[in-house]
């Protein structure tokens, strides 16, 4: 009995003890869910590198400061495993047991979808760095902001720009990979290729990891003067390579994601050239910022220094999820650890933010479909050119003409 | 879409040919040991990225390394083989669910350790042969081979052929046979469980090890493609019969067919619902395997 007694007195006195114990910190506790492994690890990596570069930006800088004094920021990584159930646990036990102050969000739509609920029922604020489907913002999750706008919103202007070019693309083959991201960049795709009066001869939704060649030998007596396609790094790799297996060159070959990585171009060699992307972020965008790195260049610099690759617009846009919250912090006043009133006036503040980053002009819609994802950013076509990503449109923020048609494959 | 047939065909007996290398090794180390595999996937990518390395080191074309690959997978199999043999043969509990449970953590294992050496990125292994492909014609029907799958589905077939010659022409062969049909008796017979074991199981790794550097110069690797090839390769050995070896080529091919016929003809999204609905009514007409000669 005595010793029951004793044991229960301890753990009344670790009860009490815990909260004054979380009481006294003076850094921010910021919660990071992201997937490090499964099918998205090269994604996920690719966000942790952009979330990483901004802890460390702010933590050499000494911290961010609030009232005169500078608190540093510590990141708590919680592991997705690319599968949304995942993602919602590590929210969870981030908010339960971590007790962050906010979270840095998921690569990828679906495990954002799924961990986006879980933090609005704690009322903890999360920007996330990568996830692009609409139906992220059209749920209006009130503790949920992006800072990459969503597919619907970026996804029109690689078509008008291939739509300009000469000869005019009459027929495409539209395809997208059986994930909530890749589904959406498809649909993204046919909505503009129709209402830019180009003809969608087939689309699909194909299952992930599929050998898509039997399909690719289908759509090459379709003879389509644009294939264009939503997925996944690896999958966007053996779509190339089945096109080029079976010797078909269609005059534009667009995918979304992923030919910004670098992994793309250093597997492809010369069958990388020419394949058009969306893109919000390049290196060479012109961004004068008023935060943290001072332009793009900067960035890209501080990135190739860090990590000895280049950084693509989802690295990118992590490091400025970061920035958001830094923003909105300082705007704020409140030292770490963060209570709920001051929360809601974190999100209250991340609404407000109007700010010139390296990564762009960030603003959070407030209102309609692209309900708290980046508005303020201007969507990109990029092209492979000579091994490096570069912009071809829209006209205005062009570096070089685009290369068209495709040069074929047994001529590269 | 009449004129797509012969394409839909050869596509099928490609992506045929590809699984046909994937799954031999594993049905003929379930055959003999009688252990379910699931690090088949991960012998798959390691073997992928010793081909992709040495390639990039010496760039060379890559098929040239087939046999560099098979020697060394062989001998770490070989190696390898007695700790399995360890866990497969104790005395408590359940070997065979310790065995399974061994190779699932060895998967793990390996696929960890794979993502901490080569990284989380795609690779592709650059080959000449992955470029061409042969063009067919005549009147409106065409065929398009591509050369790389060619040379995968001859080389499935040459692999499948060396394997029924080694098994059913050879003292070796005979051992090995002897073994799958009864351990004691052959062991009374002096046939050397143990080391015939242990080959049997680096020719295993060695097979698996070189179909991973032709996965790599077809499609992409990645420390993390393990897992989609043991679910294929285990698919395709339960279609074939658990151990009977002479069914893979079938099985696989069948597979191919499936998938090339839904992703020309059907709905793509249907595609593995297909071919688990075939694998269903397969198991429940003759759980035994298309030609009930499973284990």
């Known amino acids: 009995m005595m010793k029951r007694g004793l044991l229960t007195v301890m753990a009344l006195a670790l009860i009490a003890a815990g909260p004054a114990l979380a009481q006294d910190r003076d850094f921010y506790k910021v919660g990071v869910i992201t997937s490090l492994s499964g099918d998205l690890a090269t994604g996920g990596n690719v966000t942790k590198r952009g979330y990483d570069l901004w802890a460390q930006a702010v933590n050499d800088e000494g911290g961010i400061e609030i009232d005169g004094k500078k608190y540093k920021v510590q990141l708590f990584y919680t592991d997705a495993q690319s599968k949304p159930d995942q993602g919602a646990s590590g929210a969870e036990r981030l908010a339960t047991q971590e007790k962050v102050d906010f979270v840095l969000g998921p690569y990828s739509s679906g495990v954002t979808l799924a961990s986006a609920p879980v933090l609005e029922k704690y009322k903890i604020p999360m920007v996330t760095g990568s996830a692009e489907s609409p139906l992220i913002w059209e749920q209006k999750f009130k503790y949920t902001f992006g800072t990459i706008p969503p597919v619907n919103y970026t996804g029109a202007t690689p078509i008008e720009t291939i739509r300009s070019l000469e000869p005019t693309p009459k027929t495409a083959v539209i395809l997208g990979s059986n994930d909530t991201f890749s589904k959406a960049t498809a649909e993204a795709f046919q909505a503009a290729a129709e209402e830019k009066g180009i003809k969608v001869l087939k689309f699909n939704i194909v299952p992930t990891g599929q050998d898509l060649t039997p399909f690719m030998s289908a759509v090459k007596v379709l003879r389509p003067d644009l294939v264009a396609f939503g997925g996944h790094d690896e999958e966007l790799i053996n779509l190339v390579k089945s096109l080029r297996q079976i010797n078909y060159t269609p005059k534009a070959l667009l995918m979304h994601y992923g030919v910004t990585e670098p992994a793309f171009v250093e597997s492809l060699g010369a069958d990388a050239e020419g394949v058009f992307g969306g893109s919000v972020w390049t290196e060479t965008v012109h961004a004068e910022a008023e935060i943290l790195w001072k332009d793009a260049m900067t960035y890209a610099k501080a990135a190739e220094d860090a990590f000895g690759v280049a950084a693509d617009y989802t690295q990118a846009g992590s490091s400025t999820a970061g920035i958001a919250f830094q923003a909105a912090l300082m705007k704020i006043g409140a030292a770490p650890p963060l209570s709920d009133d001051e929360r809601d006036a974190l999100v209250q503040a991340l609404e407000e933010i109007d700010l010139k980053t390296f990564y762009g002009r960030l603003k959070f819609a407030t209102e309609g479909q692209y309900y708290h994802a980046n508005i303020g950013i201007t969507p990109l076509t990029v092209q492979i050119q000579n091994g490096k990503t570069v912009i071809v449109g829209p006209e205005k923020d062009a570096e070089a003409d685009p290369i068209y048609p495709l040069k074929p494959w047994d001529q590269r | ?295």
């Open chain 2, 1 to 295: 879409m009449l004129i797509l047939l012969p394409q839909a065909i050869v596509d099928g007996l490609m992506i045929g040919g590809i699984y046909i290398t994937i799954a031999i090794g594993f049905s003929l180390a379930y055959g003999v040991m009688h252990i379910i595999d699931f690090a088949v996937g991960e012998w798959i990518m390691l073997g992928a990225f010793l081909g992709y390395y040495l390639t990039e080191w010496t760039r060379i074309e890559p098929l040239f390394y087939l046999p560099v690959v098979f020697v060394l997978f062989g001998l770490i199999g070989y190696l390898f083989q007695p700790v399995i043999h360890r866990v497969l043969s104790g005395k408590k509990g359940n070997p065979l669910l310790m065995a399974l449970v061994f190779t699932f953590g060895l998967a793990l294992m390996f696929k960890g350790l794979g993502l901490t050496i080569f990284g989380f990125y795609s690779r592709s292994i650059p080959s000449n042969l992955s470029a061409g492909s042969l063009s067919l014609e005549w009147g409106n029907f065409f065929v398009t081979i591509p050369t790389i799958r060619l040379v995968g589905l001859i080389y499935a077939l040459t692999i499948t052929v060396l394997l029924n010659l080694l098994l059913k022409k050879t003292d070796f062969g005979l051992a090995v046979r002897a073994l799958a049909q009864n351990k004691e008796a052959a062991g009374l017979m002096g046939i050397n469980a143990k080391r015939t074991n242990s080959w049997v199981y680096g020719i295993y790794v060695g097979i698996s090890a070189m179909s991973g550097v032709l996965i790599g110069c077809t499609f992409s690797i990645s420390a993390q493609m393990g897992a989609k090839y043991t679910v294929l390769s285990f698919f395709i050995v339960v279609l074939a019969g658990m151990g009977y070896l002479s069914g893979v080529p079938w099985a696989a091919i069948l597979l191919g067919l499936v998938q090339s016929f839904f992703l020309i003809y059907f709905n793509p999204g249907y595609t593995l619902l297909a071919v688990f609905v075939i694998l269903y009514a397969v198991l429940l007409v003759s759980p035994k395997g298309m030609f009930g000669k499973g284990v």
